[in-house]
């Protein structure tokens, strides 16, 4: 029993890591082009597209991972039913319900295992990957930036360069701002102190103000009560910069939640990409439950090309079913938490009924 039990464990893990290998080698050459697109006009060596290329991908197959396991699931248990298998394993007492419980459960505890020792590695190759693609970006979007210190943004104006700092975010309002305005030769002309600044359009408008302008070796100052200044981001556009949890791992979450909501992050979606990273391991288990039930109905020799249409028809529903339920969550017909936790329920429940069908075969 131990031999049969090491035969499903082992077949099944080489099985995932062919499937997560070969998403790997198609995301390399996807993502190559655009690479290689971005850098085409900064005469730099290919060795860099790669090496970019190779370290957005690990990330991205963290996202697939309930589509990859799927696939690997299916593909490992038509394998077994294929080569009659399956058949020898119920001659030794093992049903569907058992060889299920074994893949799913070993799905489960290699998405724990992913979340507490891959995520953490994804995320610093994210991190080093958004700082290099900023060194030789000219996009705005790639020159804002949150960190201890807080939120910082560099923005092209039509006389030069500007530097806005703020300690805090709350909704639309930045509080304790200093904003340095700079010439193209990068000497600076201009700062100015607020208080707080409201930011729901591109028209800023900044209260308690003090301005400093610096003229030829004189400083002077002035105090206004408001002060309007035109920038190239709103509050839409600079919480888009929270959004961006590909560079945070799971451990950064649970260990430094409070102090993301310090610096600005916002709760909601914090609470989203926590939870979102936490249905990982039970949706991995679901999809495992999934494919056992397309798969485990008949012991009878079928031609893997069906599967393969209907594998590929159930990711893209589960896919936009799960981005249905995000997008509820985003215009809060419901709390974006729950909307990470609709799709693995209702999957789950629809699981159950299955898995019971089987078992009865």
Not at 71 to 92: A, E, G, P, Q
Not at 185 to 197: D, I, M, R, S, T
Not at 266 to 290: G, R
Request: overall charge positive.
């Amino acid at each position: 029993m131990n031999k049969l039990f090491g035969y499903l464990l082992i077949g099944y893990l080489k099985v995932i890591l062919k499937v997560i290998l070969i998403c790997y080698c198609f995301g390399i050459i996807l993502n190559l082009f655009e690479e290689i697109e971005f850098f085409k006009n900064l005469n730099e060596n290919i060795l860099i597209p790669i090496t970019l290329t190779a370290l957005f991908i690990p990330s991205e197959i963290i996202k697939m991972l309930p589509f990859i396991i799927f696939i690997s699931s299916m593909w490992f248990l038509l394998n077994l039913r294929n080569k009659k298998d399956l058949l020898d394993l119920k001659v030794y007492g093992y049903s569907n319900f058992k060889i299920f419980f074994i893949l799913a459960s070993t799905s489960f505890i290699f998405g724990w295992i992913v979340l507490f020792t891959i995520n953490p590695i994804t995320s610093s190759m994210m991190k080093y990957y958004e700082l290099t693609k900023a060194e030789y970006s000219r996009d705005i979007d790639h020159l804002v930036a949150v960190n201890k210190n807080g939120l910082w943004i560099k923005e092209n104006t039509e006389n030069g360069h500007r530097i806005i700092s703020a300690d805090e975010t709350r909704a639309n309002i930045l509080k304790n701002i200093t904003i340095f305005s700079l010439d193209n030769n990068y000497n600076l002309l201009e700062k100015v102190y607020a208080n707080k600044a409201d930011t729901t359009k591109n028209e800023w408008i900044l209260t308690d103000v003090s301005i400093y302008t610096f003229k030829n070796g004189i400083v002077g100052k002035n105090n206004q009560n408001t002060l309007v200044i035109n920038s190239s981001y709103n509050h839409k556009k600079i919480t888009s910069v929270y959004r961006n949890f590909d560079t945070m791992s799971f451990l950064d979450l649970l260990t430094s939640y409070k102090d993301l909501q310090e610096r600005g992050y916002i709760k909601s979606y914090l609470d989203q990409n926590l939870n979102s990273m936490m249905s990982i391991p039970f949706f991995l288990f679901i999809m495992t439950a999934l494919a056992s039930i397309l798969t485990m109905n008949t012991l009878k020799k079928s031609n893997n090309f069906t599967f393969i249409i209907v594998g590929l028809i159930a990711c893209v529903a589960i896919y936009y079913f799960k981005d249905l339920s995000l997008a509820l969550g985003q215009t809060n017909r419901i709390s974006l938490s729950l909307s990470v936790w609709v799709p693995v329920i209702a999957i789950g429940m629809f699981s159950f009924v299955g898995v019971l069908q089987i078992n009865e075969k």
